[in-house]
């Protein structure tokens, strides 16, 4: 399938159109729940709690917000559909924190990891930054470690020619480790700035797939010291909590360095991207919200979280 080509439309304004299923679903039911109310009762934050839930935060995410906004509403006395709203969005932007977790590219070659189960993005995304640096003027080198998938190489080919980045890759069937091997001395006989790392789509539950991805890390360290300097996670939001399962699992087992959540503009519980923070303390380094070239951007906590709540040009919805 060929690339689209880049979103003329402005990144914000691009992520607040792809949030909008989640937005519509949680704004405009916190507003049937709350206003009108003369007080916030129990019941009344029971409901809230539940919608929260529904957005995917998790239970436990979703019972700190609740808490939050009942210490809240005592000290504070809120009572209508606004200062709940705002008070809801302080608690996901403290949960969330505002700190920018931008990838470690210093190294003089570096790698960047990318794991994921199959249909979560991961090829495309690695598409997606190889573009992003090569139009920086970088020299990126793509590995195609996904030996497994008969299409796997040649989709990471269009991409390599699409964005200008180089491809090591070999037939079907091939060892995945040698495939890292072979692409990390090439990038670095090549003087190449970034080497990505494709792997192959897996199952969390799969352990002997899972020492694979293990060997494959040890591999490109001994070739090039310190990496890989990124592990990242692509997880697709329409899974909701199970995307938080998937993170668990990959983190335990290969150390992940922050993820990357993609499909975003297709799902209305985008609270996962809140839950999976919450829950695991792993950075959201990268969303995805379209098919365009740049429509995965770097992740920033007060964009998102304002996204969740606000349409367009900052209206509400």
Known sequence: MKPKPPNKLGWTKRLRHGLSKTRHSFVHNLERIVRGQRAITPEILDEIEELLISADLGVNTSQTVIDYIQQELKRRE????????????????????TNHNG????????????????????TTT?????YRYQKQGKKVVLAAAD?????????????????????IGYQTGA???????????????RGADILIIDTAGRLHTKKNLMEELKKMKRVVGRCIPGAPHETLLVLDA????NAIIQARQFHQDLELSGLVLTKLDGTAKGGVAIGIVAELGLPIKLIGVGEGLDDLQDFDAQEFVSAL?????????
């Open 309 to 317: 709540f606000y349409g367009e040009d900052n209206e509400k919805d």
């Open 103 to 122: 990838l470690n590219l210093t190294a003089t070659t570096a790698v960047i990891m990318v794991l994921g189960v199959n249909g979560g993005g991961k």
């Open 175 to 189: 060892d995945p480790s040698a495939v890292v091997y072979d692409a990390a001395t090439a990038a670095k006989a």
């Open 78 to 97: 809120l009572k209508d559909y606004l200062s709940i709203k705002n008070g809801i969005q302080e608690r996901l932007l403290q949960i969330i924190g």
């Open 238 to 241: 329409t899974t909701g909590q």
């Open 147 to 167: 030996t497994f998938r008969a299409a796997a190489v040649e989709q990471l080919k269009i991409w390599g020619q699409r964005s200008g980045a180089g491809v």
């Open 126 to 130: 690695i598409g997606k930054l190889a």
